[in-house]
């Protein structure tokens, strides 16, 4: 959650203030991941800035469509927004009608699965320096989020029946245990030592921060490819090996595996042969005449 000390927070007009301060608060207690209450915060306090002079029980409709309807957005943050939204207003000025209620449902694409290819994931090993490289690592071959990366402790580190399992903090606070192979335990585990108890220590509660590490990272990668695109790779690698969707699944700590199936592609060689078999049996009739 933003620390009130920040800048951005000190930012926001005064008269907005202690209604963000609330709603943030019962988003707190639902439990809801940093991430994701640093940017309903973010969302709250960017609409605030528009409107200082005008408290947020008082924003009609008409206002608030002005505003969204000046932005550009991508149909992802447009959603995000207007979720954000939905529930600020619903907490300010009470259940539907509100200034929120104007809002339309957006239809957001569902992309394909993107993984990033081999080659650029080998570039990239190279290139990176030590700290980075794991980072890569951690997103190609164990298929973690970013912000599940960098709050790794050598206390989350457990020995069992097959070797060592990574217990990891997902969205939502939810905990999933990720098998760990070697070398790559290792590394975390000297990564983990050498940060004293954090693989990657920073200035965020003791490690380093996800937009960070993002940031430091995907220099590394060839445009359009990123970390998340890492995650990508791990999805469809995995899949590729059992065929277990629901095994994918738990490894990426997806609630859905409707989700899963945008990170999962296909395998090359099995497209091929589902094309292969579409072909006519009298290669012939593609050739001139």
Known sequence: MRNENDPRALKTPALWREPINGWMAILKAGNLSAGTLIKRSDHARRLAREFPEVPPQELTAEQLLAWVSQKSWQPETRHSYYSSMRMFFAYVQGPEPNAATVLPKIRRTVPPPRPCPENVLADALDQAPERERLIIILAASVGLRVAEIV?????DIEEDLYGRTLRVRGKGAHIRLVPLLEP?????????INGDGYAFPGQIDGHLSAHHASKVTNQYLQPPWTLHTLRHRFATKAYAAERDLIAVQNLLGHQSVATTQRYAAAPNEAAYTAAQAALPSQYRLFTDK
């Open 151 to 155: 709050q790794i402790h050598i206390q």
């Open 184 to 192: 790559i335990d290792r590394l975390i585990i000297r990564a983990c």
